[in-house]
């Protein structure tokens, strides 16, 4: 019984010691994650303002089509151009639409 015991003691330290040792590389894949996913994201914000310079307005449709994303997904994307002052809202409801802001 107490070879049991320390087989399962070596056993449980090192998994100790490998999550230790691994939380560093964890922590730099979540960093390259986290990198990718912004790249990403301001790819795509790019690209709906130069189909805005295209068309001239987009809706919150054009963007999930465009890019497969969910209506919440497109909708984070307008609200951080508008915070960067780069398009504005028009219209209500199911009319609302983006254009770039003028100035």
Request: hydrophobic residues 35%; without cysteine.
């Amino acid at each position: 019984m107490g070879w049991f015991f320390f087989i399962l003691f070596i056993i449980i330290t090192g998994i100790i010691v490998y999550l230790l040792i691994n939380q560093d590389a964890r922590e730099r894949a979540i960093a390259h994650i986290n990198q990718e996913s912004h790249q990403k994201k301001e790819s795509r914000k790019k690209q709906i303002i130069e189909r805005l310079r295209q068309d001239k307005k987009i809706t919150n449709d054009d963007v999930q089509a465009l890019f497969g994303v969910s209506h919440s997904t497109a909708t984070r994307y307008f609200d951080e151009l508008q915070e960067e002052g780069k398009i504005e809202e028009s219209g209500e409801g199911r009319g609302t639409f983006y254009v770039l802001k003028k100035g």
